[in-house]
């Protein structure tokens, strides 16, 4: 199928929040629970309509995990957006946001 246009978008956040979930709600409508660890990226893509002319969004999952950390900022290059995803549960997870660290003390 055919698009006038392109978008990327990354989903990033902290392992286990729930971003390949939300990946494959997105593109494939469906919902699992439970979801092995991303290992690097995973990619998923949709086709959206908006005034009458097909887009194609391509949404990058990048892995949670620190040792992935330096891999996963390379698929941040020409992306239009990025979803941020965090646990609202865990308000030491939410204090990493400032600082842009993993590491819970």
């Known amino acids: 199928m055919s698009y006038a246009y392109l978008f990327k978008y990354i989903i990033i956040g902290d392992t286990g929040v729930g971003k390949s979930c939300l990946l494959l709600q997105f593109t494939d409508k469906r919902f699992q629970p439970v979801h092995d660890l991303t ?4 990619f998923g ?4 309509t908006i005034d009458n002319k097909p887009i194609k969004l391509q949404i990058w999952d990048t892995a949670g995990q620190e040792s ?11 992306a239009a957006g990025a979803l941020l995803v965090y646990d609202i549960t865990s308000i030491q997870r939410h204090n990493l946001l400032k ?5 819970i003390k």
Do not use: H, K, L, Q
């Open 99 to 103: 600082t842009g660290t993993n590491e």
């Open 68 to 78: 992935f950390r330096s891999i996963t900022r390379s698929y941040y290059r020409g």
């Open 39 to 42: 290992i690097g990226v995973e």
């Open 45 to 48: 893509a949709r086709m959206i």
